[in-house]
């Protein structure tokens, strides 16, 4: 089945603890994003990768990194998580840019910095 | 400025009855292209419908079409014959090209309740 996964779903953690959500897709697609998700915000592109070893900041990077080693693998990681990190997040891949390609998103990870 | 307007934060409508859910967009890129997400409850995002800059005709799927309005750069999605599994949040939004790779932007969404 096709889709995009990510992991922990749901994750409490204190500031300050360095955490990685994984995001992984089984379709060979090459671009990958990450957002976050606040109430009355909508979704705000965090990074993204148009390729492998290729990634470029979106709208709100700070305290996030991100890499790109391999295709289907797209991290998110938060060296020093603080409570304004605390959201929903979202890892979304397309096969390419450009063209009528939808965006297919994981499930979502679930974010609470305490 | 924002890039996506969705000026409804809340919508209702009777089950079986059209609902149109505003979106208005903002670029310069001359060859962009709209989406509409819905978000249940459930939290998962759900494509729903696409419309390119070039095209010719208006989008549909199914119960699903966009009003694509090119000159008002305007992109309303319309739903007809709502039922109550329509409840959702429903987003907005753009790609375009910046330099040499390309961006989604959302907008803030509308929250679109169907009445029994």
């Known amino acids: 089945e096709a889709q995009v996964t990510q992991n922990p779903r749901y994750l409490i953690t204190v500031t300050g603890k360095k955490l990685t959500v994984t995001c992984s897709q089984n379709?060979?697609?090459?671009?990958m994003s990450w957002y976050r998700q606040d109430p009355g915000l909508g979704l705000r592109q965090i990074y993204y990768?148009?390729?492998?070893?290729?990634?470029d900041k979106g709208d709100v990077p700070e305290g996030y990194k991100v890499s790109r080693k391999e295709k289907r693998n797209f991290p998110l990681i938060l060296e020093s998580p603080s409570p304004n990190q605390t959201s929903l997040y979202f890892c979304?891949?397309?096969?390419?840019?450009?063209?009528?390609?939808?965006?297919?998103f994981g499930p979502g990870t679930r974010l609470t910095v305490l | 400025a924002q890039k996506i307007t969705q000026t409804q934060p809340g919508m209702f409508v009777q089950e079986k009855e059209a609902v149109t859910l505003d979106c208005t967009y903002d670029t310069s890129d001359p060859s962009y292209g709209l989406f509409w997400y819905k978000q249940p409850s459930s939290g998962e995002m759900i494509f729903l419908i696409y419309?390119?800059?070039?095209?010719?005709q208006n989008a549909t799927e199914g119960r699903y079409s966009l009003n694509f309005q090119k000159a008002r750069k305007s992109a309303n999605l319309v739903i007809s014959a709502s039922q109550l599994g329509d409840s959702a949040m429903y987003f907005c939004a753009m790609r375009e090209h910046q330099g040499g790779s390309e961006k989604l932007v959302f907008g803030k969404g509308t929250k679109l309740t169907v009445n029994p």
């Open positions: 419309q390119g800059s070039y095209d010719q």
């Open positions: 990768s148009m390729n492998v070893e290729v990634t």
């Open positions: 979304a891949s397309r096969l390419t840019m450009g063209g009528r390609n939808e965006q297919f």
């Open positions: 379709m060979n697609h090459e671009y």
